[in-house]
């Protein structure tokens, strides 16, 4: 991989990550070998921005044959970190971290959850899924060592999403996924992201407002 | 709000609804007026970050003085075209829909749902929120009519995706957030937006390999 100090773009990134699912669906699909137009056409994405995105990273698949369909599923992985288990913890089992300790595709990107943590003590002992039991809170620490943890999903409401990423950074963990409504702060030898549901929203009203607009400008 | 025809980069409206958050917490801490240096600190945003994102849409604030807190959330929002009610309908109440329909900052940016539609005939007529009650899918059509919804959330599983997109763009939906982890296919004239959040993870890995890749570089 011949990965040089280029800093890839976020949304390459992400089709990435898209690319893998689609790999995958076509490889169950029987196709053992993918052009980049089927790839797009399965994707949604232009033939010319998978081959730009993937050309970050080096060569992959043969011109005019195409790529291995597994191999390069494989080698995605491999690019995202993909290729090994990432053991994962899960703060705040409400409805949406029920829905993530649910979603199986977790499992299939190598992301292990191996333990749950809310601070309700009518939740604590239930199991969620895969035989993970939720825990209290006070618990997170000796969980995070033992199994140990390196990601940290905080599902938490937004007025104890501070303190959770303070006890996983305590506890030892190097990224967080932040779903929380608010802005956490962490030292900066940790990864974070804040995954903002309410910005895919406004995001949408944004597109949707200019669509409006571009099209009242046309008309007049 | 001298728009111009220019390609505003994803992040920036991505910041840009962020900022609101912001401006309201400034707000009601009692700041009249902000400067950049201010509201960097409170978004976790450089200064210079938020003068570029604010500057695509023209002149903001008084120079040396800062922005008036509440009218830059109010301008900021008519940006995102936030200065108006979204009526909005919620396809799929498993964990994730609950979890959205539960979500009050939702309702703060002006997006009003008003209908939850679930395919399990045990959960039709229980109230989720704000009075809603879940309706089978069979009504959505009609509530979208009636209540003139213009954008749709999908919450449903991945192989129940495409007829959930297909039963909204037929009710007259004209903007779509899909949650499923599929992407859905739409007309042309549909505005639709796919968040993965599987895709968050894998950045999420991506970032943390590549910081321990760096890391091992620097030390050979």
């Known amino acids: 991989m011949k990965q040089k100090d280029v800093k890839i773009p976020e949304a390459t990134i992400k089709r990435l990550s898209t690319y893998i699912n689609c ?14 137009d089927l790839l797009g056409e399965s994707c949604q994405v232009s033939p010319a921005q998978i081959r730009k995105d993937l050309s970050y990273f080096g060569e992959f698949g043969v011109r005019g044959v195409g790529y291995g369909t597994r191999s390069l599923a494989e080698q995605i992985k491999k690019i995202l970190g993909l290729d ?45 899924s895969d035989g993970v039991v939720i825990e209290p809170v006070s618990a997170l620490d000796d969980t995070i060592h033992r199994e140990q943890a390196g990601i940290g999903i ?7 999403a501070q303190e959770t990423a303070d006890l996983l950074v305590e506890g030892g963990i190097t990224g967080i996924l932040n779903f929380a409504p608010i802005k956490v702060r962490v030292p ?29 400008r046309k008309k007049s």
């Open 23 to 36: 790999l995958e669906k076509l490889d169950g699909d029987g196709y053992q070998v993918v052009s980049s």
């Open 188 to 216: 900066e030898n940790i990864t974070l992201r804040n995954v903002s549901i309410l910005s895919e929203l406004d995001n949408l009203a944004y597109l949707l407002s200019n669509r409006t607009r571009r099209r009242s």
């Open 154 to 160: 905080i599902t938490v409401p937004a007025a104890n």
């Open 84 to 128: 090994h288990i990432w053991t994962t913890v899960l703060v705040g089992v409400g409805h949406l971290g029920q829905a993530l300790l649910n979603f199986t595709a977790f499992r299939q990107h190598g992301f292990r959850i191996v333990g749950a943590f809310d601070a309700d003590p009518a939740k604590i002992g239930t199991v969620v």
